[in-house]
């Protein structure tokens, strides 16, 4: 979604500006824009399609000042174009805008009825209108912001430039995520961290209601009546090389060879193997509290969603307590049944996913206790919820989530085993047991990231293909869901993903000798029946794609190729050890197709809009 930067300081910033919004791009976006006031003038940039567009701009006109806003923007309203793209300048003043402003069309009317004339089809134009209007009633820029700020209606993080008082920015946050950057007597705002990494890592996360006041001497942070509030200023723990491509041709490729070290993030200082123990700073449930939980909800969006069915099938199967999976956009809307012994875990990325973060207040709403398991670092979620388990994946880049996925079901796995020794479902020896599996996995998927010369030949046999069919069953089945996303997102083939069994009762009726299908087949209990399953594509001239292990030659024999997964014992470190080859095939096959992998066409990365 669209992505906000902002400069004050004393070094001239469109390149700082420009910086920051190609580490923003992984959010998604249309077209791009800055504004600068360049000796007491405002001047603003804007061009459709890719921040080159911006940059080659730039550079036969260029601008030149201490202080600017930038904007990457993600349609909502109007059609992306020039005249919409942010910054939204109106006569002194300059806005960019992450948000929607739900009440626009009556604000709008009103000005217009005034004899406001409109250039965009934006909701954000209004905001420009509005504080420019204030400003000529005799309004200082700081008043004219409050006032507007009262008028408007949903969900706004904006950067606002005003060239009467040519050294303030003012930032302001309500629902749509926004941070304040310090540096050595310079100050900085974005969307997002990874953005603000080479310059700074002390932010403050600024929250719902709040407004910065940011000249080259400080921050000033107040409440939207203009009270003053203290800012609490944290280090960001990750490295700026975390958020450069370090040699991998996309952020996606690093990020999916990454998994490795980042499961091993995940899980250190989490677990002490010798005593078969899973501890959480962040979340110390009592055991009577525990046990108290009569069912857990599992909420979430897209990748994380199927992290969450996986979850259910670990917690159901050791810890026994009744687990339901549902999507944001789904449980917010259908008066859910929770109250307060149930726990509402929300799983996101980014912790700013707009229907997840509904879905969270609406079960704080109905009294359950809410869990996080979130990636980043103060990010809406993991800070309204009561608890929350961090992943540490390290900043996520490419929009199709790899590392994020993993290292949830990493979370989720660690999470089940605390539970069920509370609960008293899994002994000591049990968990030591379960421990010393989880440790071995970073290896095992080392070892598909050492040799991926065959799937790299598979995606160059299969790249011209239009459509696939992903099985699996059980624990597997979200994770065919999984493989299937991944390839539709970044290579734009049509792909589905069916619970094996499920096949027969329509999907079947798909199957010829151009259908290539994906059958996740480990060892296992549902092992047998997936062989069935996998004869009955047979027979009907499909093409197999196994997944197995090295012991299970037969299915090997049958299939038209087969991808081997090193051996282990437990299935739900399998699933996780299955991800990493669908993965592979997803992002080689696209390579092939030769699509924007790191950014798919109309995708953003942290959806902050319903
Ligand atoms: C798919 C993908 C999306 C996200 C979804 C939720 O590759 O990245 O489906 O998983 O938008 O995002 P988060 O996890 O940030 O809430």
New binding site residues.
Partial sequence: MCGIVGYVGFQDCPLILLDALKRLEYRGYDSAGIAVIQNGRLLCHRTVGKLINLERLLLTQPVSGHIGIGHTRWATHGAPSEINAHPHVVDKVAVVHNGIIENYVALRQELEDKGTRFSSQTDTEVIAQLIALYLKEGNSFEEAVCNTIARLEGSFALGILCADEPETLIAVRQESPLILGFGEGEYFIASDAPALLPYTKKVHFMNDGEMAVITPTGVTLKDFSGNLLPYEVTEIPWSPLLAEKAGYKHFMQKEIFEQPRAIIDTFRGRIYPNKGEVVFEEFNLSQEEIKEIEKIWIV????????GLVGKYMLERLCRIPVEVDL?SEFRYRDPIINKKMLLV????????A??LAAMREGKRKGAKTLAI???LGST?ARECDYVIYTHAGP?I?????K??TT?LTVLYLLTLYFAKRLGKLDEMKVKEYLSQLMVLPGKIEKILDDTKSIEELAIKYSKVEDFLYLGRGVYFPIAL?GA??LK??SYIHAEAYAAGEMKHGPIALIDENMPVVILAPKGETFEKIRSNMEEVLSRKGRVIALTEPECQEIAAKAEDTIFIPPLENSFLKAILLTVPLQLLAYYIAVFRGTDIDQPRN?????TVE
């Fill in positions: 979430a969006c897209g990748t994380s969603w199927h992290a944001g929300l799983i996101s990325q980014s912790g700013e996913t229907d997840t979130c990636n980043v979620i996520e490419g929009v199709a989530s790899t994020a996925f949830q999984e996303l991944k997102e970044i995708l953003a990365k942290s959806v």
